[in-house]
């Protein structure tokens, strides 16, 4: 799974990386986040990429609350296409996460060690998402977002069973803007296509990220 994340690039470098038109203010760098708060968000409008802050845990549009969101923060991308919460969500609302290291906790023999994964030239990347737009009781419209997960490459499978769907840069528009029919057979070729994730390293930090209100450089500092 992907149960925390960084982003610690400004708001000018994130524009330049991935290419937005269209920006919303109110952004900082993040060493730490956890699900339910919020963050930057990709999208595809009319061709072009947009960012949006949404809320980590996708809340559904059938929704009758707001509480589900907490319990999916990340989808499997075996059964995306299938799953109710978010079948509806992957033909018509994928985004990209912008992130430059994910955590990840590796069982050792004195307990569970945080791992901060990360690509090899420290550079961010995107997580293949998807979003959605809920309105509450009160008439708030609400977007949020869950991550794809997948089998980990080589160089993370010791550590933990799943990791995030990190898409080559080449498959950023792919993703946003692909998938065209929705039978089975078209679907099955779009997620393969997806295959052939780019290469990561990873390195122990502190367990000052398994409380999310630490959110400081300590938080990504190697131990």
């Known amino acids: 799974m992907c149960g925390r994340y960084s982003l610690i690039i400004g708001m000018e470098q994130l524009v330049k990386r991935f290419g937005i038109d269209g920006v919303e203010n109110g952004w900082i760098p993040r060493y730490n986040v956890a699900p339910t708060q919020t963050m930057p968000v990709v999208i595809g409008h009319d061709g072009n990429r947009e960012l949006r802050i949404m809320y980590w845990g996708l809340i ?16 499997r991308v075996e059964t995306v296409a ?8 992957f033909r018509r609302r994928r985004c990209l996460i912008p992130a430059d290291g994910y955590y990840e906790w590796q069982k050792t023999e004195a307990g569970k060690q945080p791992m901060r994964i ?71 070729a779009f997620l393969r296509n997806l295959s052939s ?3 990561l ?23």
């Open 60 to 75: 559904p549009f059938w929704a009758q609350d707001k509480s589900i969101g907490s319990r999916l923060i990340n989808a």
């Open 82 to 89: 299938e799953k109710p919460a978010f079948k509806h969500a």
């Open 118 to 188: 990360v690509r090899p030239d420290n550079e961010p990347f995107a997580m293949a998402g998807l979003w959605e737009q809920w309105q509450d009781p009160a008439g708030n419209l609400i977007l949020s977002y869950t991550i794809l997960t997948t089998t980990p490459t080589a160089s993370v499978k010791y550590i933990h069973s799943r990791m995030p769907l990190i898409l080559n840069p080449e498959q950023e528009d792919y993703w946003l803007f692909g998938l065209r029919g929705t039978s089975s057979v078209e679907i099955d």
């Open 197 to 199: 994730p780019p290469d």
């Open 201 to 223: 390293t990873s390195y122990p930090v502190s367990t000052r990220v398994n409380n999310p209100r630490n959110d400081d450089p300590l938080c990504i500092l190697p131990v």
